[in-house]
Structure formats: C-alpha cells, structure tokens
C-alpha cells in the first residue's frame, strides 16, 4: 500500500510539473525559444488566482480568470517584443530572462515576500482512506485534471486543423509557411496557450507547493529538468519526463533521503548520457 | 531622532522599493538607481545636531527584501517603537537610525555594514535575522571593535558560547537554537508524557542544530526519537516524507521556517495525520504568527517552544502589541520584542557611558549588564553576552477569530546552555555538526568526552 501511495504522489506532482512543461517544450518545439519567462507565468498565475480565490471564493474562476490574464500577457510578450527577434536565439533568451526579474520583482512588490497559500477548494479539502493510509483528495483531483489536459492536448494536436498547423509548424516552419499557414498568428496562440498552461499550473499548485519569491525560479529549474529528460518540443516527452521526474523524485526522496537535493537531477544526468536527444526527442 | 530620520520614511521606501530590484540581478539596476536618486535627495535635508552633542548614529541592519524580509520587519518596528518611546534619546544625545537592507544575504550585509561604519559613522550595530549574516557582520565587529547589539534573531549557538566565533563586542538579545529545542523536549516528555518522536527538520545547520538539541535532551529524560527526517529546505512536495512518517510515534516534531512550515502544515492535515500525531514545533516556524491565518484550522493544537507569544498577560506586553499592530497592522512576532530588547539595552548602555562611546571596553561592559522588563519577559545577560530569559510553550487556539499561539507553560531564566551548566554542557562528546544519521541513538548523543 504504501508504494501505491508514494506512486500517487509521484504522479500528482507530475501531472503539476507536466502542465509547466507542456507550455515550455511546445514553444520551443515551434518558436526555438527558451522561454524562461515560464516560471513567471507560473508565479503569477498563482498569484492572480489567489487573489480572484480571496475576492471571489471561487476556484473555478480563479483558475479561468488566471490563464486568460496570463495568456493575454504572454500573446502580448510575443507581439510587441520576441518577434522582434525571430530565431535569434540569444537575444530572445535574454530578453525572457529580462522579463522573469522584471515580474519577479513586480511579485515581490504586489504579493509582498511571504510566502502565501491557496486555500484547498472546500470540497477537496479531505481524504479518502487507501487501507491503512489516508490520501489526500486533492491530489487525486490533480492527477484528475493532469490527465483530462493531457488527453485534451493530445487530440487537440492529432484531430483538429490548428494541430495539424502546429505540428507542421514544429517540422518545418518554413515550408509550412510556403504552404500558406498563417505561422504568424499559430506563433502568439501557442505562447499565448503555453503561458495560460503554466498559470493553471501555478493555480493548482499554490494549495499544495504555496507562492513565495524565488517560486518562478524553483519552478523554471524543473520544468527544464522535466523537457530534457522528456526531449525538447514533444507534448509526450513533457508528460513522460514529468511522470517519470515526479515518481523518481517521490521515491528518491523516500528510499535515499540523503541525496534528496538531487533526486530530480541524477535521472536528468543518466537520461542525457544514454539519449542526449531526451526520450522523446529527435534529431 | 533627527529630522533627516523622521522625514525620510518616504524616502526609506522608495529606497526599499529600489533595492527590491538590485536583488539578484543587473537588471533591477535602473530601479536602484531610481531609489539612489531619492536617497540622495533625502541626504541633502540638512539634519540639525547641536555642534557640542551630536547625534549617535546606530546602525540598523535587517532584512527588508528577500525571505527574511517579515522577520527583518518585524525587528525593525520593535526597534523603533522603543526609541520613539524615549523620544529618541540617551545619554544626552539623540539618536539617528540608519537602516540598511541586507537581503538576507552576508555579502550584501557586510559592505552594507562597511558603508555604515566607514561612511555613516554609527557607532553600535544592530538588527540581524539570518545567522549567516550574523557570522559575517560579527567578523567585521570583531576586527573592526565596533559594537554589534543582536536584536532580530541569528540563532547559531557558537555566536556567544567562549570558541572561534566568540566575540567580546557582540551582545544576543535575542535566542538561540538549541535551548528552545531543550524546553520542547523537557515538555514533551514530562509534561505530555511522550516517550518516542519522528522527527522532520528542515536539512541545514540551524535545522541539524535544533534536532540534536531537542534528541539530546529527550534521551536524557528517557524518550527515544524513533525517525528523523531531513527534508531539504525547498522541498515542494512533502507527501515523501509523510508517507514515511512513523505513526507509532507519540508525536510529530518539527522545525521548518518559511514557506516550509506552511507547506508541510498543511499537507500535514491533508493525508488525515491531524489528530492522530501531536505536532511540537522546536522554534515556532510553523506556527510563525504572520502565517498562522493561511495556515488555518490545519494549525490548531500544534505546539511549539520560543521565547515569546503575544498572548503573554503583562501590562508592558499589551501595551507593546496594541502599539505594534497600530504601526503595522500585524500580530507581533518573537522579533518585534527582540527589537525593542535591543533598543532598551543600546538605550541604557548609552545613558551609563553618558553618550561617550569612545571607550569600547567601558561601553560593551555597560551592555552586559542589562537587566529589565520587557514584552516577552524580564531578561538579564550572561558572562559571554547572552540573554537569559523566559521560554513559552504555545499551543495553537481560537481567539476570538483569529489563530494564536497561547502560552499553556513558562519555563523562567532559561541561559544559553540549559538545562546543563556550561561545562556539563562543554563535556559532550558531539557536538550537532555530525548528528544528522545519528539522531536515534541515544547512547551515541549522549557520549561522554
């Protein structure tokens, strides 16, 4: 029982990490950019869901009122400033980093230092016995919602037209370009969708993992660990790397608690010496 | 105070507010610049001493920004109340504070400390919450014999005890690590009745510190921690180290500051633990009053040792947390009354040596023999510099309709190395540097050099 149990953890905090990551591989997947203004999308979708939770008491809405700031505020990021530097990789990189301490500092100044905490939706807010354990509701709800997303993203790139576009558009931006896909517009909607990922990530995690400073950077470091392990720019290397990632962490920190500061990056070194490309990437 | 101090509270914030971006990075440099600017500006008002008494200049060095920044607040407002209680004066003299932000980060703090001494000219240092910051200012007040007045927290044991890192221009009013361990051990096993305890400490060396305080002193009464568990200090996701928790144990006991208690907290009571395993918190992390609220029922009924609850019944203390929450809108921490104890103690020095610090050996020794009421109980010094004083155990209750830590025991006159005499103390074999795989054996903690 108790391996079932340190498996459901695993998975919850993957399903978490997954969520982060998706939106992280998938632009870099399209755009060739490392976006490391990720982790602020992260913070300050928790952010702002914690305060739609205080004024509204409402979790759903904090959840939808926080992607669409988010996303509105990534689509804007994509406009107005990395397209200005399309594929050069250097400058977008930093002008991301630029925007991480730009929003890192706006948290601080907003949110204030302490570190501040969800409360659980009231009808999460239990657990249900698993033998001699109980477990708590609310993660399961998490692996829940992870996997629903999951699946959702995974038809959404195989079954519609947009996801046929994006998947020609991660292949070969300018032949899908050539053949008259708006690559533009595909551009500001996955960093716009991929910014909106990563606040519900924040907003789902701060019941459990709080918001505090420092939460954007904590959160960018496993979110790479995760799209290494997963392989750059694959929407299954991101759930793969975070399944694994979460479950190694869990169990990593429960059987050799002496080297729980790296249970996360030993998988990562392994994972890059055997498939330097991750495991689900390519070239 | 001076006008410079009184009018520039604008301007301090603008100057925080400023800092607030040179944090990590270049990037928040324009913002600095920006709060320099205003500085500079404040440094122009021309503060008015008359020439034959001068302000003192006390430097104040807290953390403003960063993960200490309610901690280094809470400091700074229990310092500030006390030295506007005496209208600012002692010793014939007025009092200027000059309060630098140090982050929480001992580079930042010691050329911090460098532009107070060198360029401002204070004469006593004070303030500190992080320990790290401690060592490194202590280093310069040593070299550099520039009184340092521990008033914030900078718990590390060795600050005060005779050893490398003794310092005879540092005075703690504050605490340190290991006696409210040795209180929490001695209520739960006397007064709770506890025989055995897992334990879950954050993993660095004021966590590995209050641990072994806490084993040594239970398996001496004849408890045994039975687990104990390090979980690095960022840790997300504590659901590990719960799945793992001992519930044969008596209880649960803890020390994780920060973002650390409000997680573990709460996923405490999330996997149903609440109410099956007692929770004693050694340092009152957890149970931080500035958490509490967020915390909500999942605290209730957790125990913890420190040196100070707000719930304390004298008229001194009443009066010190209504003028506390007035300024801030806050419950008083254990820092706010280590502020204003410090003040007091940098006040009556002053007023002893008449305002004339020239003569450290003669000021230092008018500090170590401080001896007065304050909020958080009356408190003299001991022969190395620290505070003697009371230790609380609190339990988490409703008050009214708020969380609070109530005080339920008082241990009195609690000196550094209790509830051993220094050389009992200094007879151990190990010290809690090599403790941390050794924490459930008894014998080993017990040894004998």
């Not at chain 2, 932000?101 to 001494?117: C, F, I, S």
């Not at chain 2, 929490?184 to 305080?213: C, E, H, N, P, Q």
């Not at chain 2, 957790?302 to 003028?323: C, D, H, M, Q, R």
């Amino acid at each position: 029982m108790i391996w079932t149990i340190h498996i459901l953890n695993g998975v919850a905090y993957g399903m978490l990490l997954f969520l982060i990551a998706a939106g992280l591989s998938l632009i870099y997947g399209l755009m060739k950019i490392l976006n490391l203004t990720h982790g602020s999308f992260y913070l300050f979708g928790g952010y702002i869901g914690l305060t739609v939770m205080q004024k509204t008491g409402s979790f759903v809405l904090a959840l939808l009122v926080a992607a669409v700031a988010i996303g509105l505020i990534g689509a804007a990021i994509e406009r107005l400033f990395l397209r200005r530097f399309h594929l050069d990789e250097l400058p977008q990189t930093l002008l991301t980093f630029g925007f991480l301490f730009i929003f890192s500092d706006l948290a601080l100044w907003l949110w204030g230092g302490d570190p501040l905490m969800l409360d659980t939706p009231h009808f999460f807010e239990r657990s249900v016995p698993l033998g001699e354990y109980a477990y708590p509701l609310y993660r399961l709800f998490l692996i829940a919602v992870g996997s629903v997303i999951a699946g959702g993203l995974w038809w959404f790139q195989e079954h519609t037209r947009l996801g046929t576009m994006l998947r020609a558009g991660v292949d070969d931006a300018e032949i899908a370009r050539a053949l008259g896909i708006n690559v533009s517009v595909l551009f500001t909607l996955v960093f716009a969708a991929g910014a909106a990922l990563a606040s519900f990530g924040g907003v789902l995690a701060a019941p459990e993992l709080s918001l505090y400073p420092g939460a954007d950077f904590d959160t960018l470091i496993l979110a790479f660990v995760v799209i290494i392990v997963g392989g750059l720019g694959s929407l299954r290397g991101a759930l793969a790397g975070a399944l694994l990632v979460g479950i190694l962490d869990d169990l990593g920190k429960a059987f050799f608690p002496q080297f729980a500061l790296f249970t996360v990056f030993v998988p990562m070194a392994v994972i890059l010496v055997v498939r330097p490309t991750g495991l689900f990437g390519r070239r | 105070m001076t006008l410079r101090n009184e009018t520039d509270s604008g301007a301090r914030r603008a100057r925080v507010e400023g800092r607030v971006g040179a944090r990590r990075h270049a990037l928040g440099a324009i913002a600095t610049a920006a709060g320099a600017a205003v500085v500079t500006l404040a440094l122009i008002v021309p503060a008015l001493p008359a020439p034959d008494a001068g302000p003192i200049k006390i430097g104040v060095l807290v953390p403003l920004t960063g993960n200490f920044a309610a901690p280094g607040q809470q400091t700074l407002a229990g310092l500030k109340i006390y030295f506007d209680g005496i209208g600012n004066k002692a010793g014939g003299h007025p009092l200027e504070l000059i309060v630098e932000d140090t982050q929480g980060n001992p580079e930042v703090a010691v050329t911090k400390t460098r532009k107070l001494v060198e360029r401002d000219g204070v004469q006593v240092l004070t303030g500190i919450v992080s320990s790290a910051v401690a060592l490194a200012v202590s280093d310069y007040s040593r070299t550099n014999q520039v009184p340092l007045v521990l008033s914030g927290d900078a718990a590390t044991d060795e600050l005060t005890m005779p050893g490398k890192l003794a310092n005879p221009y540092l005075v703690r009013l504050t605490e340190n690590s290991r006696t409210p361990s040795a209180v929490a051990a001695d209520f739960a096993y006397k007064t709770k009745g506890w025989r055995t305890a897992t334990v879950i400490t954050s993993d660095y060396v004021a966590g590995v510190d209050l641990a072994f305080a806490f084993a040594q002193r239970f398996c001496q009464l004849g408890g045994k921690v039975t687990q104990a568990q390090y979980p690095p200090l960022d840790t997300g996701d504590y659901g590990p180290y719960l799945t793992n928790l001992d519930r044969t144990a008596n209880a649960m006991v803890v020390f994780t500051p920060g973002a650390a208690g409000l997680k573990l907290g709460r996923q405490f009571a999330e996997f149903g633990l609440k109410g099956k395993l007692p929770e004693l918190d050694l340092f009152g992390t957890l149970t931080y009053e500035s958490y509490l609220p967020q915390l909500g029922d999942a605290a209730l009924g957790a125990y913890s040792a420190l040196i100070y609850t707000p719930y304390l019944n004298t008229a001194l203390n009443k009066s010190f947390v209504a003028e506390f929450r007035k300024r801030t809108g806050n419950q008083a921490t254990n820092e706010g009354p280590s502020g204003w104890t410090g003040a007091h103690a940098i006040a009556d020095a002053i007023d002893a040596v008449k305002g004339d610090l020239s003569d450290k050996t003669k000021f230092m020794g008018a500090l170590r023999t401080a001896k007065f009421d304050t909020p958080k109980g009356s408190i003299s010094l001991d022969k190395d510099g620290m505070v003697v004083q009371s230790m609380y155990i609190r339990e988490v209750q409703k008050v009214g309709a708020e969380l609070g830590n109530v005080p339920i025991a008082t241990y009195h006159d609690i000196g550094q190395y209790w509830p051993y005499s220094e050389t009992e103390f200094q007879s151990f074999a190990h010290t809690y540097n090599d403790s941390k795989d050794k924490l459930t054996d008894c014998a080993w903690l017990l040894a004998k050099k």
